[in-house]
Structures are given as structure tokens and as C-alpha cells.
């Protein structure tokens, strides 16, 4: 092959890396105002593609499914289905697609949400920055949580942590990962836990097979059900 030609497949290739960034975004809530105000935000995002509204948790089962979304934005509270158990039979049918909870509702719906399968929950006077940056989280692998939320929430898991009588995870692990449920990176729990970045990785992959998941997400929402955190 040719310099050129070698040259002219690297182009392509990057190309396609670049392609590959770009997040799919099914918008799921029943009102129309919401989804159309959201969809416009959204679109202003380089990174970020629409693909697809809901107005029910039904419709947005469907949709997951058929588009095959990467993160999908999902109300909680619409009529028939709820977005709590339209969020858990999505993840029961299409396990890789993450799910974000845009909510009214602060405190009201989190453990369900996390419980369900959720990846985060973001309140919906979130402004366009904070939404966008949440999905990018989500689909990282992250699990963002509004912030009036997160201590709140912390707190929570200390008392679970404190009314379990036996861990499966060292107190390390436990560290690493409630820190991981208030969205923190791998490279600040490093800094945070004062470990090295590679540290950080080995324990989570410790964590991962410890509770017999795939990912931070379901880790989070696992030891949740199992109170280890």
C-alpha cells in the first residue's frame, strides 16, 4: 500500500472515530413543550444526536428497542406507564442503552430510579450545560446526580452502609465507589483516595466482579439493593 493510501485509510478511520462520539438521545416526557424545548438544547450539542421523543413509558420501551439509543432522557412521573418501570423494563430488554432521569421531583424518585437501572437523575431546571454534560457522564459510565441531591443522597448510603451487617467489598472499594455514585472520575477518586489512576481501575474492575456486573452504573444500583453502600 501506498503512503497515500496508507495516509488516506488513517483519515478515514479518524473520521470514523469521530463519528463514533457522537451520542444517539432518546427524549422521553409527556409533555410536548418539554420534549421540543429539549430536543432544541440538545441539538446545539456537537457531540449530541436526537434520534427519537416519547410521550409515554410505553412508547419509550418501544422506541429504546426499535432506535436503539445511547442514553435516554426519561421523565418519571407520565400517564399509564411511569417512567420507573418503563426505565427497568428498558433495561431488561436493551441493557446497553443508559438511562438519565429528568425529573421535577428531587429526592422523591432517586433510589427507585437507581434501583431501576438508571445511570443518573437530574432535575429539570438543570440548565443546557449541566443536562449535556450529564448525558456525556452517562455514557462514560458515570453516574451524575443533581447536586441539591448528592448530599442528601450520600448521607443515605452511610446509613445503609451502617445497617449492613456483612460487605463483600472492602472499605476501599465502598470509597471508591460511593464516590463513583456522585459522578466523581476515575482520575479524581485517585486524587480524592490519594491511589493512583490504575489503582483506581483495578479496584473497580475488583468491584464489577465482586457484585457480578458490567459496568459502574449497575454496580451502583447492585450494591444499593444489596446495601453495601
Known sequence: ??????????????????????????????????????????????????????????????????????????????????????????????????????????????QQAIEAGASGYLLKDSDCEQIARAIHQVFEGLCPIAPSLTRELVTEFAKLSRNSHASILTKRQTEILKLIAEGVSGKEIGSQLYISTSTVKREIRNILDKLGVHDRAQAVSEAIKQNLI
Open 1 to 110: 500500500m501506498t503512503k497515500v493510501g496508507v495516509l488516506s485509510e488513517s483519515f478515514i478511520n479518524a473520521q470514523e472515530s469521530n463519528e463514533a462520539k457522537v451520542i444517539r438521545v432518546l427524549v422521553v416526557d409527556d409533555h410536548q413543550v418539554v420534549r421540543e424545548g429539549l430536543r432544541r438544547m440538545l441539538e446545539m450539542e456537537n457531540e449530541i444526536q436526537v434520534v427519537g421523543e416519547a410521550a409515554s413509558g410505553e412508547e419509550a420501551i418501544s422506541k429504546a428497542v426499535s432506535l436503539n439509543p445511547d442514553v435516554v432522557t426519561m421523565d418519571v412521573k407520565m400517564p399509564g406507564m411511569d417512567g420507573i418501570t418503563a426505565t427497568r423494563e428498558i433495561k431488561q430488554r436493551a441493557p446497553e442503552v443508559d438511562i438519565l432521569v429528568l425529573t421535577l421531583y428531587a429526592e422523591d424518585f432517586v
